[in-house]
């Protein structure tokens, strides 16, 4: 089902940063698409969001818990997001998350590269995978 690479984590001033790897039956347009529309992301995860496709503006997913800002957008191959929850501290700066898309034999390979982690965040790695790529191979096997 996922599955993962990049179990490597590592822990600079006080941030980490990690990469998931994950296979989905959907092409690269698909997930681009649904990840950047509103209902298509609330569908996908579960989680109520408020997203666009436009460099510059803020989203929310998971019903609030997640916010942050598109900061680049190549259509249909990458996605550069900062990204953070209502857990992380008010010092704390926003983390960023890049999101990379790649077709293969009728599968797209999903990249998510998460850094500027705070070094207390380690359980967002499985919050990925519980959150995002469980439902999420569940929606694209529709």
Not at 74 to 98: C, G, M, N, V, Y
Request: aromatic share 10%; no cysteine.
């Amino acid at each position: 089902m996922t599955g993962h690479a990049g179990r490597l984590a590592a822990i600079i001033n006080d941030v980490m940063e990690f990469t998931l790897k994950t296979k989905f039956n959907a092409t690269a347009k698909e997930i681009y698409t649904t990840w950047l529309h509103s209902e298509g992301h609330t569908n996908m995860t579960g989680g109520e969001a408020e997203i666009s496709d436009n460099i510059g503006d803020r989203f929310t997913a998971w019903d609030g818990y997640i916010e942050g800002e598109n900061i680049a957008l190549e259509p249909h191959r990458r996605i550069l997001q900062s990204w953070r929850t209502s857990q992380f501290k008010a010092d704390e700066e926003d983390s960023q998350i890049e999101v990379l898309l790649n077709e293969l034999d009728g599968q797209t390979e999903l990249t998510l590269i998460h850094t500027r982690v705070p070094e207390s965040g380690e359980h967002y790695r499985q919050g990925w995978d519980n959150h995002y790529f469980k439902p999420m191979q569940e929606y694209f096997s529709r």
